[in-house]
């Protein structure tokens, strides 16, 4: 349905501006904070297996990519929920911002990014489209109509890092099977930007966990990461991504199109960076699992697709042939998404129904908008 708007105000697009006690607390840091390999570095200790599991997970990403079927290039979509867990209803992000996020990761996913004319022309030619799409689930576990989104007020001001957040009994919401959904839970996060659990560990702590400030495009968030690729990059983990500088300075990410590097990059460095003898061109710095800004990342790598094609393919197949993307008859849930997020006088918006339950008749109501009303 197309309506045509006239009027334009904070409250229809969701965004919202930044309170003093958020910008004091990231004004000091340099770009968002990725603590996966801390995560990593814990379940070595926790768990005896989990090393073994790692080193079984790698050999089977090396004889996929080896052994790669030409058929295994179809765009794949994967169902995604979104736990919102707040303590303050500043917390309670909107549907129009969690929309966001899926539109940014569709984008970037795709190499369908405005931006990609940033990338240096060295490293132009190995940009990829990974071929995954990312969809709000329409069903739940339970085969329920949803749409993707789950909220639960919680007695808990902030989360540490031991991952609470993902547990219904300590204040967070239980996962819903990581074989079928990609898990996001996004909260109050002490001290962390947002952090991924690689595969090889426990299904029932799988996916990965943001503070809600960095989650989306639109609304409450920081200047340098307002694009969504801070949850581009933890996907990328999820994937089975390293960061560019492996587990150590000059480190592997067990990718072979992308130059070794010493440590993370922030903001938006001038190019050439070298480190680690990567000369001429250094370090690939615009890359999504670096640690740059957001106006700064722009690619993934054929290396890193083939990479995270293998995870999918593999110990995430589940999600090839998941139902949580398909619609449910049931009760309905009204929701929809908007192809941008602001218009000037006499401009039209596209609306999109996204809701679930497959509804079956609807009422669209735009105070203002010319028609102001719809049943399309």
Known sequence: VILFIIAHNNAATGFTFLSNDIVNQFASQDSF?????????????????????????????????????????????????????????YQNISNARIQSQIDALNRDFRRLNWDTSNTPVPYKYLGADTRIEFVLAKRDPWGNPSIGITRTQTSVSMFIFNDAIKFTAQGGNDIWDRDKYL????????????????????????GAVMHYIYFGSVGTTLSENSKGRVAVHEVGHWFNLQHLWGISNCGTDYVDDTPTQFAANFHCPVFPVITCNNGPYGDMFMNYMDGTSDDC???????????MSAALYTYRSGLINSEGGIPVSGLTIAHFRSDRMSVNF???????????????????????????????
């Open 346 to 376: 006499g401009q039209s918006i596209n609306f999109i129904d996204e809701s679930g339950g497959i509804p079956t008749n609807w009422q669209w109501t735009f105070e203002g908008g010319v028609p102001s009303s719809s049943n399309q």
């Open 183 to 206: 898990n996001f839970w996004i909260g109050n996060i002490q001290y962390y930007g947002a952090y991924t659990q690689l595969p090889g560990y426990y299904p029932e702590t799988d």
């Open 33 to 89: 904070k990725c603590t996966t390999m801390e995560l990593h570095d814990k379940h070595l200790k926790d768990d005896p297996g989990y090393e073994k599991r790692l080193q079984e997970l790698e050999l089977l990403t090396k004889k996929y990519i080896a052994n790669r079927k030409p058929s295994d290039t179809a765009i794949v979509k994967v169902p995604v929920v979104v736990h919102i867990i707040y303590n303050t209803p």
């Open 297 to 307: 990342r722009n690619m993934f790598t054929i290396g890193q697709r083939d990479r």
